[in-house]
């Protein structure tokens, strides 16, 4: 993946996008803020009835990386894309050029929020043992998002689309679930959440998670690239 195409993606809009984001989260969260605070979700096991501030926090913490990556391909699916797939040669080289810079997209917003995270709070988040899956899961969730989302904004051609998607993953499905604990198992947006996960490294749940999200991945690739060639 060359520059250019870093530089498209993490523009100036894209960043300021992440920065509001932090700061806005980094205010709204309550005592210790550490990067998994932030991120981290929450367990509709654990709360006594709707946690509306919950699910809003996590609405705005996964639309970042989604708003950034469904703006990129709304612009890339302009008049710019006759030049750049004549450039490109092919399509799935074309589309595997936007697949990595929608990762880098999501992978900066996670590495941003925890270095701001430690400079602003500096509660060593970094440090705990459930770091990295909390980073395996959200990136593999909002990752998963972003590239439904551009699957949708290359099918219809706009925005439409890839916006209904998300209000109806990460707003809809995130209240059944809290209103219905038994189901947040089994609703991709707690997929994303450590504090909904929690253990499940014990057992075949995590490798669930994994191999469905990495199917609906590999699944929007393809839709992009049909969406292309139709």
Not at 149 to 157: F, M, P, R, V
Not at 170 to 187: H, K, N, R, S
């Amino acid at each position: 993946m060359n520059r250019k195409m870093i530089g498209r993606i993490m523009d100036k809009r894209a960043i300021a996008i992440y920065l509001a984001a932090f700061l806005l989260l980094f205010a709204v969260t309550p005592g210790q803020k550490g990067i998994l605070d932030i991120l981290g979700g929450f367990s509709p096991q654990e709360s006594r009835g709707p946690d509306m501030i919950g699910i809003m926090r996590w609405s705005l913490c996964v639309l970042p990386p989604v708003a950034v990556s469904i703006l990129f391909m709304d612009a890339e699916m302009g008049g710019l894309r006759f030049y750049t797939m004549i450039r490109a040669e092919t399509v799935k080289k074309w589309v595997i050029l936007r697949f990595m810079g929608i990762a880098a997209a999501n992978l900066f917003y996670l590495f941003l929020f925890t270095v701001l995270t430690e400079i602003c709070a500096g509660n060593g988040g970094y440090r705990r043992r459930v770091f990295l899956l909390f980073l395996l899961l959200f990136f593999v969730h909002s990752f998963g998002m972003s590239m439904v989302s551009a699957a949708l904004c290359t099918q219809s051609k706009g925005i439409h689309m890839a916006v209904v998607f998300y209000l109806t993953v990460e707003g809809i499905m995130v209240v059944i679930g809290d209103i219905f604990p038994q189901t947040a198992a089994y609703l991709p947006p707690y997929w994303g959440m450590i504090r909904q996960v929690g253990e499940a490294c014990r057992s075949g749940y995590l490798l669930s998670i994994m191999g469905f999200s990495a199917a609906v991945i590999a699944g929007s690739v393809i839709g992009i690239i049909k969406g292309l060639r139709a």
